[in-house]
């Protein structure tokens, strides 16, 4: 079975800090994907950004970048010039290649203060 | 629409009553996914729909808990004889194609309370 783990249940950065939240997975698959979302008060998920398993290249978006170790099955999300939109539960997830749910570990929850 | 819609966004009920909880998928979308999110927690799959087939249920945590999709859009999740542990948000999310390797869409959430 496939287990997601966030270790930080608390973050809390100033405004325009670089923050990183960590997030490892199990599993004995090869192939796979890897998620962050953001949950804002409002409850919508949405998809901060995804990686697959198969790409060596590491996934970046705007201020967003994972850093996807394979054989530690690590993927950590790093936010770089932190804003306060940016506040939030982050959630990270997996799903496997040839499934459909995703697998989600507890949250952290992000706060950036002014 | 724009984006997928639950209702109600917040229900109160009695113990033992039964609830349904609406879904509207964004449209086009095959694929529709109801999750269930405890306070505190990440959310937990309970059931997955392509089109009108549920393919997967496996994550319904007992015989009280139905869902459908008669016409391959509009979802309903069902819970009879709601019990406090039912106590969560219900999240529900469409994607265009059939695997989670695709984006899913998100809405916001019907959080029940069971008193």
């Known amino acids: 079975a496939q287990t997601v783990t966030q270790s930080q249940p608390e973050m809390s950065v100033q405004e325009a800090e670089t923050v990183t939240l960590s997030c490892t997975y199990d599993?004995?698959?090869?192939?796979?994907?890897l998620f962050w979302y953001k949950q804002p008060p409002s409850r919508q998920m949405i998809l901060v950004i995804r990686?697959?398993?198969?790409k060596q290249q590491n996934a970046t978006e705007n201020r967003f970048s994972v850093n996807f170790q394979k054989a530690a099955k690590s993927f950590s999300l790093k936010i770089s010039d932190s804003q306060l939109g940016d506040t939030a539960m982050y959630f990270c997830a997996f799903s496997l290649d040839s499934n459909y749910q995703l697998i989600w570990g507890a949250g952290t929850k992000l706060i950036i203060k002014p | 629409g724009a984006g997928v819609s639950q209702s109600p966004r917040y229900k109160v009920a009695k113990r033992g009553q039964d609830v349904a909880l609406r879904c509207d998928p964004i449209?086009?979308?095959?694929?529709l996914f109801w999750y269930q999110q405890a306070l505190g927690q990440g959310p937990e799959f309970l059931t997955y729909?392509?089109?009108?087939?549920?393919?997967?249920k496996s994550g319904l945590p007992s015989d009280r808990f139905f869902a459908e999709r008669p016409e391959g859009s509009v979802s309903t999740l069902k819970i009879q004889r709601t019990q406090q542990e039912d106590s969560a948000v219900y999240l529900c999310?469409?994607?265009?194609?059939?695997?989670?390797?695709?984006?899913?869409?998100f809405g916001q959430g019907t959080r029940l309370t069971v008193v």
């Open positions: 990686q697959e398993a198969y």
């Open positions: 449209s086009g979308h095959v694929s």
């Open positions: 599993t004995s698959e090869s192939n796979y994907y």
């Open positions: 999310a469409s994607s265009l194609m059939r695997a989670t390797n695709t984006e899913a869409f």
């Open positions: 729909f392509q089109n009108e087939a549920q393919l997967d």
